[in-house]
């Protein structure tokens, strides 16, 4: 009897630990360290490497519950085209292991939430733009753009360069010329990061109807994009050094040298559009491309940083 009442409770805990992992998974977990990234980097630009730790805490759980909740009513909106294409059939609305509506309340929540501790413990200017981030998301890259045109992911990366905003805001209540600068540069830098994903699975896209650049143009149209892109990219990182100066030269090297990298990666798709390696590689490093730059906004603005520079230059 023990035995059977033993096997019960680790039956009833098995299906609970699932239910928290199929509504884990609805977040899409791997994207949120990105943008929380670009958070910090706006922080600690904004307020010259001092940023406070619990200010810091608490912007990043809201900022986190704000890309939660637009990552799920993505899954909720987009399951039909979930259960079609065979990457994403296993996610927890497709498979059956989370109800739509189940999913609607989840996002609510974590929207509200989110509202709720940035309003509360940074400011109602920051509340408003994560806010902002979901709905753009959802309204305009999801509802408007993604089924409808090829340039899907340059109108809508601006949600994802919303946090930079955020992050600033977070800080000054208020959003400067650098936050802008950086919004661009995670603006710019999206369409040749998502199109070498696109590259890598058009066949899926293909299949479920949606006009993805590589899609619709063809891969050699696409890898001129991307080159494009990564031309207007690297530029404008150094905008924070010259002419705002609010980066120095910590940042400014790396800026070029990640930026080298990254038109030598362009450079080669450019050479082979059609091999998906490549496209691999550019997609890869991309993700470490821009959390390595914000990594170096982060250390140019710390005041050890600007002490150690100081005690070299004497």
């Not at 670009?38 to 922080?43: F, G, L, R, S, V």
Request: glycine share 6%; aromatic share 10%.
């Amino acid at each position: 009897m023990q035995e059977l009442l033993n096997q019960s409770v680790e039956i009833k805990h098995q299906k609970f630990s699932e239910v928290i992992q199929s509504y884990y998974q609805l977040t899409k977990p791997r994207i949120i360290p990105l943008l929380l990234i670009t958070t910090a980097a706006a922080m600690w630009m904004a307020s010259d490497g001092a940023t406070d730790p619990v200010l810091f805490l608490v912007t990043v759980i809201g900022g986190m519950l704000a890309s939660a909740s637009a990552q799920a009513m993505n899954c909720i909106y987009d399951r039909d085209i979930d259960y079609t294409m065979e990457r994403t059939r296993s996610r927890p609305i497709p498979s059956g292991r989370v109800t739509p509506l189940n999913a609607g309340i989840f996002a609510t929540v974590l929207a509200v939430l989110s509202f709720t501790i940035l309003a509360v413990f940074t400011n109602l200017l920051a509340a408003l733009l994560a806010m902002a981030g979901i709905g753009f998301y959802m309204w305009i890259y999801t509802h408007l753009l993604k089924r409808h045109t090829p340039q899907n992911i340059v109108i809508g990366g601006a949600a994802g360069a919303i946090p930079a905003l955020v992050g600033c805001a977070a800080v000054s209540n208020s959003l400067s010329i650098e936050s802008w600068v950086l919004f661009a540069i995670v603006f710019l830098w999206t369409p040749p990061h998502f199109w070498a994903l696109a590259l890598m699975i058009k066949d899926d896209y293909a299949k479920v109807g949606i006009p993805m650049l590589p899609v619709v143009a063809g891969e050699v149209a696409t890898v001129k994009q991307i080159w494009i892109y990564t031309l207007l990219l690297i530029p404008s990182t150094l905008l924070l050094v010259y002419p705002l100066g609010v980066a120095g030269a910590v940042y400014g090297v790396s800026a070029v040298g990640l930026g080298g990298v990254f038109v030598y990666e362009a450079w080669k798709l450019l050479q082979a559009p059609t091999d998906k390696t490549v496209a691999k590689s550019l997609f890869k490093y991309s993700i470490l491309y821009m959390m390595l730059l914000c990594t170096a906004i982060v250390v140019d603005s710390l005041p050890q940083t600007h002490e150690a520079i100081a005690f070299l230059l004497k």
